[in-house]
């Protein structure tokens, strides 16, 4: 595609699908930009396709964390959650808690993963508290085959995907592309799937898959099934809005860092995963990649005059995110 040739990056709405293949020429890179403010300012959430990330990948990763899953819980706690190892949680925590919301534990079981996990524990002790998940080392699981392999391949393609996207991001807030490089240089991203269970008894009231909540960081990126919905967006104080499935289409939306670093402009978006409707037995799996900046970067406003009563106070990123993550899985296993 030629300089003056500029294909069509967004579809437009709530939730707009961006095409990132746009982003390969100058023009069309500056569109992309401004889809994506477009989007970041409204809802906080789009969907890229064109992205270049192999589906072949995408496939892998689903076939063998699904087949984790399927495994009996037994072996599924032989890499446990534990003081010093990220792992298999058979409960994800209450997400809501991490707003100071009582909530009942959301109806999934979780693994999570990150790209420090594999660093000298002396390495990671110089990252944060025990409730800084970039800390620990990851356990790998024997079964199935390869899991530990298509895992790390898929960490490494969600990073690379991750940093163009924040070069998208500083282009699109009128920065240079590099500046937020250095923020990210030591990052403790992570993966932590969602598996949802199939309802065989009803729910607690209140009780849903994932509970309303904000995420934490800079950015998500997540793979939903082509066949499996449940992710909603509040649009308003009372109105949800469902974000369905784009075939081959990673949602990706922005967490509270990012909206503190634009002084509030830029919205993180409350989100939920409801249960299915009566009668559907169905299990859902989700894989989200959370992009975050270095657990020491300050986080404060870019231009302070702009940031209205609440988002003038700089934070410590890896304090942020660990007094989250603290509320989250209090009292759980």
């Avoid at 707009?16 to 906080?44: N, W």
């Avoid at 990330?53 to 087949?67: A, H, K, Q």
Wanted: charge should be negative; aromatic fraction near 10%; charged fraction near 20%.
């Amino acid at each position: 595609m030629h300089d003056d040739q500029v294909a069509a990056p967004a579809t437009d709405g709530f939730v707009p699908v961006i095409d990132l293949s746009a982003r390969d020429t100058a023009r069309g890179r500056a569109a992309v930009a401004a889809a994506i403010d477009r989007a970041c300012t409204r809802s906080g959430f789009f969907v890229v396709v064109g992205h270049g990330v192999p589906r072949t990948l995408i496939d892998r990763m689903f076939t063998v964390t699904n087949s984790f899953f399927a495994l009996p819980q037994e072996e599924k706690e032989l890499v446990a959650h534990r003081p010093g190892v990220s792992g298999f949680r058979r409960s994800g925590g209450s997400t809501a808690r991490s707003l100071d919301q009582e909530s009942p534990p959301d109806l999934c079981e979780a693994f999570a993963a990150h790209v420090t996990g594999e660093l000298s524990a002396r390495e990671r002790g110089r990252l944060g508290d025990e409730w800084a998940t970039w800390t620990l080392a990851n356990a790998w699981p024997a079964n199935p085959p390869g899991f530990k392999e298509v895992w790390q391949d898929y960490l490494a393609a969600m990073s690379d995907l991750a940093a163009d996207l924040m070069r998208l991001f500083a282009r699109a807030l009128g920065l240079a592309e590099e500046f937020f490089a250095d923020k990210f240089d030591h990052h403790g991203s992570s993966i932590a799937v969602n598996y949802y269970p199939p309802q065989l008894e009803a729910p607690l009231p209140g009780q849903l898959r994932r509970g309303p909540h904000t995420d934490f960081g800079s950015l998500t990126i997540l793979y939903q099934e082509a066949d499996r919905s449940g992710l909603q967006v509040l649009q308003s104080w009372d109105t949800w809005r469902d974000v369905p499935p784009v075939p081959e289409g990673f949602v990706v939306n922005i967490g509270d860092l990012m909206s503190l670093w634009t002084g509030g402009r830029w919205v993180s978006t409350m989100h939920r995963v409801v249960n299915p409707p009566d009668g559907d037995t169905s299990s859902r799996l989700t894989i989200p990649f959370f992009y975050l900046p270095n657990h020491d970067a300050t986080i404060e406003p870019l231009r302070p005059g702009d940031a209205p009563g609440g988002y003038g106070t700089p934070v410590i990123a890896g304090e942020w995110m660990s007094n989250k993550i603290r509320k989250m899985f209090a009292g759980t296993a």
